[in-house]
């Protein structure tokens, strides 16, 4: 039986740690053991408590309840606390996703006591290390002993970045193993699709229909406190409202919402409480978001894995950052990269409107990632 402790910290990650969970329980239980530690990157209820709870995932066995804070102090409290639990549980493994400061933290907590570190996610690159994510994410492969990435993209990454992945040695964390396991988020957007259909209210509740609506999340940072950047894509989004005539549906990140008094123009704020055609609404939980990406007629977003998952459920997407790591749908025709630039939000939705040859190759996977890494943590470890 190996022990493996997953490290999750903020919303995406409770999400993807979903379908590694359910793949041990239903099919590794004799194999692997699970340990979960939380730590509390995320600490609004309705940004982590609502998706234990609404996925069926594994409450943590611990939670370090960091809270907000800088880069660095947050990083450094997640350390000494995850540190301590190491030494406690003495893990076969620890298994951390994407590219948060707990992805860091996690990785580095391990990697310095001489465990292994199984990176899921692995090989992205935005090629923008001004983003704290890409320093996150390129150390972290470079701390890992099993690196699992989601497409042919990432695995190129990888092996530019000098990781030999000579799979005649065992794996350890100077011989590491590079796995293209497609993407475990396409096997949970399969698994709970069908959930969301069944569970679901939220069109009912906004009193909206399929493809009468544009869905749009922005969180990040560089757009939520750039009072320039904010106030060209709430101009953009006024304007396409006015000209497509579709609704636009804004699950409010906390971030955003606190930004929004402050930072836009005063105007522009009254003219946007006042369209009924705005639905400003809290956060939803995934089976929600599920519903509300599946039946839009387009999705404007700066997160990454709403990029993914437009794609998924076949729904072009406008990207409200510079880069993409998801460079493939992209590439594909499926999204178009705009950033901040009001003029480019506007003429990016007016092109993926209009056009019609879309195609959905089989870029991530075939919804079996999670088991495929269970089976190699088990061989390899």
Same mark, same amino acid.
């Given at each position: 039986?190996?022990?493996?402790?997953?490290?999750?910290?903020?919303?995406?990650?409770?999400?993807?740690?979903?379908?590694?969970?359910?793949?041990?329980?239903?099919?590794?239980?004799?194999?692997?053991?699970?340990?979960?530690?939380?730590?509390?990157?995320?600490?609004?209820?309705?940004?982590?408590?609502?998706?234990?709870?609404?996925?069926?995932?594994?409450?943590?066995?611990?939670?370090?309840?960091?809270?907000?804070?800088?880069?660095?102090?947050?990083?450094?409290?997640?350390?000494?606390?995850?540190?301590?639990?190491?030494?406690?549980?003495?893990?076969?493994?620890?298994?951390?996703?994407?590219?948060?400061?707990?992805?860091?933290?996690?990785?580095?907590?391990?990697?310095?006591?001489?465990?292994?570190?199984?990176?899921?996610?692995?090989?992205?690159?935005?090629?923008?290390?001004?983003?704290?994510?890409?320093?996150?994410?390129?150390?972290?492969?470079?701390?890992?002993?099993?690196?699992?990435?989601?497409?042919?993209?990432?695995?190129?990454?990888?092996?530019?970045?000098?990781?030999?992945?000579?799979?005649?040695?065992?794996?350890?964390?100077?011989?590491?193993?590079?796995?293209?396991?497609?993407?475990?988020?396409?096997?949970?957007?399969?698994?709970?699709?069908?959930?969301?259909?069944?569970?679901?209210?939220?069109?009912?509740?906004?009193?909206?229909? @399929? !493809?009468?609506? +544009?869905?749009?999340?922005? *969180?990040?940072? #560089?757009?939520?406190?750039?009072? &320039?950047? %904010?106030?060209?894509?709430?101009?953009?989004?006024?304007?396409?409202?006015?000209? @497509? !005539?579709?609704? +636009?549906?804004?699950?409010? *990140?906390?971030? #955003?919402?606190?930004?929004?008094? &402050?930072? %836009?123009?005063?105007?522009?704020?009254?003219?946007?409480?006042?369209?009924?055609?705005?639905?400003?609404?809290?956060?939803?939980?995934?089976?929600?978001?599920?519903?509300?990406?599946?039946?839009?007629? %387009?999705?404007?977003?700066?997160?990454?894995?709403?990029?993914?998952?437009?794609?998924?459920?076949?729904?072009?997407?406008?990207?409200?950052?510079?880069?993409?790591?998801?460079?493939?749908?992209?590439?594909?025709?499926?999204?178009?990269?705009?950033?901040?630039?009001?003029?480019?939000?506007?003429?990016?939705?007016?092109?993926?409107?209009?056009?019609?040859?879309?195609?959905?190759?089989?870029?991530?996977?075939?919804?079996?990632?999670?088991?495929?890494?269970?089976?190699?943590?088990?061989?390899?470890?």
């Amino acid at each position: 039986m190996k022990k493996i402790i997953t490290v999750i910290g903020a919303r995406p990650q409770i999400i993807k740690a979903a379908a590694i969970s359910r793949a041990i329980k239903n099919n590794f239980s004799d194999k692997i053991l699970e340990v979960i530690i939380h730590t509390g990157q995320h600490y609004d209820e309705n940004m982590s408590q609502i998706f234990f709870e609404e996925l069926e995932i594994p409450f943590p066995n611990y939670n370090l309840n960091v809270g907000s804070g800088s880069h660095g102090e947050q990083t450094a409290k997640m350390l000494e606390g995850l540190e301590n639990i190491y030494l406690k549980e003495k893990p076969d493994a620890v298994i951390v996703y994407g590219d948060t400061n707990s992805t860091i933290a996690g990785a580095l907590a391990a990697s310095k006591i001489h465990i292994p570190v199984i990176h899921i996610e692995a090989g992205l690159r935005s090629f923008n290390k001004a983003m704290p994510e890409e320093i996150n994410r390129i150390a972290c492969d470079h701390m890992s002993t099993l690196l699992f990435t989601p497409s042919e993209t990432g695995h190129r990454n990888l092996l530019n970045e000098g990781i030999k992945n000579d799979q005649k040695e065992a794996a350890t964390i100077d011989n590491p193993k590079i796995y293209l396991c497609g993407d475990i988020m396409y096997d949970n957007s399969l698994y709970f699709s069908a959930m969301s259909e069944q569970k679901s209210k939220i069109l009912e509740e906004l009193e909206i229909s @399929t !493809n009468e609506f +544009i869905l749009c999340t922005i *969180h990040r940072d #560089t757009n939520t406190d750039d009072q &320039s950047n %904010l106030n060209a894509i709430f101009r953009a989004l006024l304007r396409i409202q006015k000209t @497509t !005539n579709l609704k +636009i549906v804004l699950p409010l *990140h906390p971030r #955003t919402k606190e930004k929004l008094n &402050s930072h %836009l123009d005063e105007n522009l704020l009254t003219e946007i409480n006042q369209n009924k055609n705005f639905k400003i609404i809290p956060p939803t939980g995934f089976l929600d978001i599920i519903s509300l990406e599946k039946n839009a007629r %387009l999705i404007i977003t700066d997160s990454g894995g709403l990029q993914k998952e437009a794609f998924f459920f076949q729904k072009p997407c406008v990207i409200l950052r510079e880069q993409t790591e998801w460079i493939e749908i992209v590439e594909n025709g499926n999204a178009l990269i705009a950033g901040a630039n009001e003029l480019k939000i506007i003429s990016s939705v007016e092109t993926l409107i209009k056009k019609t040859d879309y195609t959905y190759p089989n870029l991530y996977g075939d919804g079996n990632a999670a088991n495929f890494i269970c089976k190699k943590i088990k061989e390899e470890l």
